[in-house]
């Protein structure tokens, strides 16, 4: 994995919407590693790594979101490769449970 890997939280309605789901579609078609979660303060959080722009393009969709979310907040930061991690064995971009 070369570029950049970044943690994002976004907060709103963005449980119970599809947020997850969408978020595993988007981040697969831009060919992105990392995976997304639920948390059970309400939240969604996720790790993306890639080329830096595609990376920024996607944590400005997640400002966004599907139709049905709502989102009041994304928050960004750089990290390093051990939040990848995560993911499920064999898994480019892994959708987990929630914490």
Known sequence: MSGVI??????GRVQGVGYRAWVDEQANGRGLEGWVRN????SVEAA???ADDVVTDMIAAC?????SARVDAVHATAVNS???????AGERFSV???V
Request: net charge positive.
């Open 63 to 67: 400002g966004r979101g599907p139709f």
């Open 48 to 50: 993306f790594a890639g």
């Open 96 to 98: 987990l449970p929630t």
């Open 82 to 88: 051990d939040l990848l991690n995560q993911r499920r």
């Open 39 to 42: 948390r059970r303060d309400g």
């Open 6 to 11: 970044r943690h994002v939280t976004i907060s």
